[in-house]
T-cell receptor, first 115, second 114 residues
């Protein structure tokens, strides 16, 4: 099973809402990633978790709050977002975080619209 | 700092023909990895092919092959016998050895025409 799943597929939220994105993998990977992708642009790294601990935060605003409850699950909690945060949010996983040759497996993404 | 450049925003190719997507990068390091990822419309991004910089032999995966020119810092992707399912955005990516972070190019949108 080389699948990373993400829910929901689409999400519309107001600027005062609180919502969460969910990502799951059952490949035994110990590194998980959140990316943000704007239309016709490459993905931008947001967070990296290694062995369920936050390893990297790429200076992401605090209105995005990641959480890794266990090795298979990664959440992204959203609060007080701005319209410019509308994007496709991609989750990815890999065997380990320090080995750059490891393939990252991407989920299908959650398309977020902030009104 | 490392940079990745894909100079062809859009390309098209007839089914069954061959197409080459270009990618150049800039780094002063010698140990790194290069990747081509494919993102079909409304579908998830998947790895097409990867190349270790220390390997001189060009990587090949079925209809996909790369032309890796380390001195020229060039990493082009050749797709042979193009199929309609190859229609996608293709991203070239670079990663320094021992790091977690991919540096992506801006992408090339490839359309395969019937």
């Amino acid at each position: 099973d080389t699948e990373v799943t993400q829910t929901p597929k689409h999400l519309v939220m107001g600027m005062t809402n609180k919502k969460s994105l969910k990502c799951e993998q059952h490949m035994g990977h110990r590194a998980m990633y959140w990316y943000k992708q704007k239309a016709k642009k490459p993905p931008e790294l947001m967070f990296v978790y290694s062995y369920e601990k936050l390893s990297i935060n790429e200076s992401v605003p605090s209105r995005f709050s990641p959480e890794c409850p266990n090795s298979s699950l990664l959440n992204l909690h959203l609060h007080a977002l701005q319209p410019e945060d509308s994007a496709l949010y991609l989750c990815a996983s890999s065997q380990v975080v320090s080995a750059s040759w490891e393939t990252q497996y991407f989920g299908p993404g959650t398309r977020l619209l902030v009104l | 700092a490392q940079t990745v450049t894909q100079s062809q925003p859009e390309m098209s190719v007839q089914e069954a023909e061959t197409v080459t997507l270009s990618c150049t990068y800039d780094t002063s390091e010698s140990n790194y990895y290069l990747f081509w990822y494919k993102q079909p419309p409304s579908r998830q991004m998947i790895l097409v092919i990867r190349q270790e910089a220390y390997k001189q032999q060009n990587a090949t995966e079925n209809r996909f092959s790369v032309n890796f020119q380390k001195a020229a810092k060039s990493f082009s992707l050749k797709i042979s016998d193009s199929q309609l399912g190859d229609t996608a955005m293709y991203f070239c990516a670079f990663a320094l050895s021992g790091t977690y972070k991919y540096i992506f190019g801006t992408g090339t949108r490839l359309k395969v025409l019937a």
